[in-house]
């Protein structure tokens, strides 16, 4: 009987659309399918890379990835549907992608008092945010993975420069993401932002926030971009099939 594969993403240092690529392919997604699935959206002016990191002792995978700035353009959400809708991509890869989008959208949209048609996404809009949602949510059906689970958020202090100047953290948009989801969050005494607008959403769109029993079969890190945290700044991803309790006289 075919099992079905469930992931549980650890995220005790917080989410980003990095981190989550990351220990995916520390999972053992080979770097090569996720350019292949990456490739049918047809951007260019950018390139991926896989380096193995070591934090306090913890040893993962760091998704590299070399964007061209002065080549990519604003993009809003009607700009990335017309790309989804353009791409030769799974119909069910192409549908989540554009639900978490439209999600984070929908949160900018509430923040800074626009319709949702006229929201440019500056930070989460570049081909970076592109490559990490599209990335994420094939490399997750490309491991046969059929529902995600997530832990609480943990949620710094501080400020974080933006487009929009200085802006309080968790950043709006995060915020946003996190309280239309219902999400569980525990508090960090640290001013750094550990949880992206882009990590909320794709988690927020695709996770229930809760930690199934599961068998354990492996297990991926990803890195993030800190390295100067007082922990590993990574995410531990785990997957696994259901732990379904049987009576003995179940055949």
């Given amino acids: 009987m075919h099992e079905r594969t469930i992931a549980y993403a650890d995220c005790f240092s917080g989410a980003s659309g990095d981190m989550l690529l990351g220990a995916l392919l520390d999972a053992g997604l080979p770097l090569e399918a996720l350019q292949a699935e990456l490739e049918r959206l047809g951007l260019d002016a950018y390139t991926l890379a896989v380096e193995r990191v070591r934090q306090h002792?913890?040893?993962?995978?760091?998704?590299?990835?070399?964007?061209?700035?002065?080549?990519?353009?604003?993009?809003?959400?009607?700009?990335?549907?017309?790309?989804?809708?353009?791409a030769d991509l799974d119909e069910e890869v192409s549908e989540a992608s554009l639900r978490v989008f439209e999600?984070?959208?929908?949160?900018?949209?509430?923040?800074?008092?626009?319709?949702?048609?006229?929201?440019?996404?500056?930070?989460?809009?570049?081909?970076?945010?592109?490559?990490?949602?599209?990335?994420?949510?094939?490399?997750?059906?490309?491991?046969?993975?059929?529902?995600?689970?997530?832990?609480?958020?943990?949620?710094?202090?501080?400020?974080?420069?933006?487009?929009?100047?200085?802006?309080?953290?968790?950043?709006?948009?995060?915020?946003?993401?996190?309280?239309?989801?219902?999400?569980?969050?525990r508090p960090v005494e640290t001013e750094v932002e550990l949880v992206t607008p882009t990590g909320a959403a794709i988690l927020s769109t695709l996770a229930e926030f809760y930690q199934p029993s599961l068998i354990l079969h492996r297990t991926g890190i990803g890195a993030g971009r800190r390295n100067d945290l007082a922990w590993p700044n990574v995410l531990r991803l785990w997957l696994g099939e259901p732990l379904v309790l049987r009576h003995p006289t179940d055949e």
């Avoid at 710094?156 to 993401?177: V, Y």
């Fill in 57 to 86: 002792g913890i040893t993962g995978s760091r998704l590299v990835i070399e964007i061209d700035e002065d080549r990519q353009p604003a993009r809003d959400l009607a700009s990335i549907r017309d790309l989804l809708d353009a």
């Fill in 103 to 185: 999600r984070l959208a929908l949160a900018e949209a509430g923040i800074h008092g626009l319709p949702v048609e006229e929201v440019h996404f500056h930070e989460v809009g570049a081909v970076d945010a592109i490559v990490d949602v599209v990335g994420a949510v094939a490399g997750l059906g490309a491991l046969g993975v059929e529902a995600v689970f997530a832990a609480p958020l943990p949620l710094g202090r501080g400020m974080i420069r933006t487009e929009h100047g200085l802006l309080p953290l968790p950043a709006p948009a995060t915020l946003e993401l996190l309280a239309k989801a219902s999400a569980p969050t």
